[in-house]
């Protein structure tokens, strides 16, 4: 007797999904969120949607920043994933667009500061 199943038994069995797939599909919705949320927010405070202040703006920048910190994290934790390896890749994109817009801000936030230093308080 063999401890083999017979020819064709192991087709119809549920194939194991590649490791890191789920990590990379998070990831990338991560990414995709923050940069939405990142981009409506510079929408809000450039003045583009007058109902809104820029505050309300920034404050979508502010909670977009975490969401795409966790995204570039679950991107990269899942970029060794041969099968979704494009999907990690944007979601890294994504998630750096997002850092990289919220550090241009606050870039932007202190330089403006800097410049009326003791009449803007």
């Known amino acids: 007797m063999s401890s083999q199943p017979p020819h064709g038994a192991a087709d119809n069995l549920p194939r194991a999904q590649p490791r890191g797939d789920g990590l990379v599909r998070a990831g990338f919705v991560c990414g995709l969120i923050s940069l939405t ?39 990269g934790a899942g970029y060794s994933s041969t099968s979704r390896r494009r999907l990690a890749r944007a979601g890294i994109a994504f998630s750096l667009i997002v850092v990289s817009l919220f550090l241009l801000a606050l870039l932007v936030v ?12």
């Open 37 to 75: 949320a990142a981009l409506l927010g510079g929408l809000f405070a450039s003045g583009v949607v007058s109902d809104l202040t820029s505050g309300e703006g920034m404050l979508l920048l502010v909670g977009a920043l975490p969401v795409a910190l966790v995204g570039l994290l679950l991107s």
């Open 110 to 121: 202190y330089l403006s500061w800097s410049a009326c230093q003791p009449s803007c308080i």
